[in-house]
């Protein structure tokens, strides 16, 4: 299926644990990003990536591990699970983030526990 | 620090009722300006790109405006519909054509059958 696919759709983990989100498009757009969704702080870019082998720091990047070998792939690592890390994560793409918009994922829902 | 705000965060209209969602900045040196439109539990989906050197932008039912000196955008919708019923964000780009968005808190619009 053409898009962006985000999985799983919902995670539970328990605090110290390592867990990946994972995003997938198809359109070969070469931006990338993951976002946070939290209540009180609305979206907050964690990392992105303008290209494959290229990544760099949003706002709130401490605690994540980004990745890009592939253009499709763009996963997000969890090195060590917090609760404060309990969020609704977007990841989104672009292929031109001057001309165009960005296409946002369903989101992962992770809960720490 | 860029900051967005979106006043009001709740809106309830009848349905046919033609409306507006406000977005302010405080930052005028702003690249472009997106708006977007988010299901409950749902992903972001791009309505509208303005570039910084544009004034308006429009797509079937909605216009969305922006003024950069004053650090304002409006979404206005026309003849609303029960399906129109969302979250509406709006986001900045930097002038310096940063890759960090910078998302509004949303309005939540309800339009009653």
């Known amino acids: 299926d053409a898009g962006i696919t985000q999985s799983p759709r919902y995670k539970i983990t328990e605090t110290g644990r390592q867990v990946t989100l994972m995003c997938h498009q198809t359109?070969?757009?070469?931006?990338m990003f993951w976002y946070r969704q939290d209540l009180g702080h609305g979206l907050r870019l964690i990392y992105y990536?303008?290209?494959?082998?290229?990544?760099d720091k949003g706002e709130v990047p401490d605690g994540y591990v980004v990745s890009r070998s592939k253009t499709e792939n763009f996963p997000l690592t969890l090195e060590s699970a917090t609760r404060s890390q309990t969020s609704v994560y977007f990841c989104?793409?672009?292929?031109?983030?001057?001309?165009?918009?960005?296409?946002f994922g369903s989101g992962t829902r992770l809960t720490v526990v | 620090k860029q900051e967005v705000t979106q006043i009001p965060a709740a809106l309830s209209v009848p349905e046919g009722e033609n409306l507006v969602l406000n977005c302010s900045f405080t930052?005028?040196?702003?690249?472009?300006l997106q708006w977007f439109r988010q299901d409950p539990g749902k992903g972001l989906t791009s309505l509208l790109l303005?570039?910084?050197?544009?004034r308006e932008q429009t797509s079937g039912r909605l216009n969305a405006s922006l003024d950069k000196s004053s650090g304002r955008s409006t979404l206005y919708i026309a003849a609303s519909q029960p399906g129109d019923s969302a979250t509406y964000l709006c986001?900045?780009?930097?002038?310096?054509?940063?890759?960090?968005?910078?998302f509004g808190g949303g309005t939540r619009l309800m339009v009653k059958p």
């Open positions: 303005i570039q910084s050197s544009q």
């Open positions: 990536s303008a290209a494959a082998d290229i990544t």
């Open positions: 359109w070969s757009h070469s931006y």
């Open positions: 930052d005028s040196a702003i690249y472009n």
């Open positions: 986001a900045v780009r930097p002038g310096d054509a940063g890759n960090m968005l910078t």
């Open positions: 989104a793409s672009s292929p031109r983030v001057d001309l165009y918009g960005y296409t």
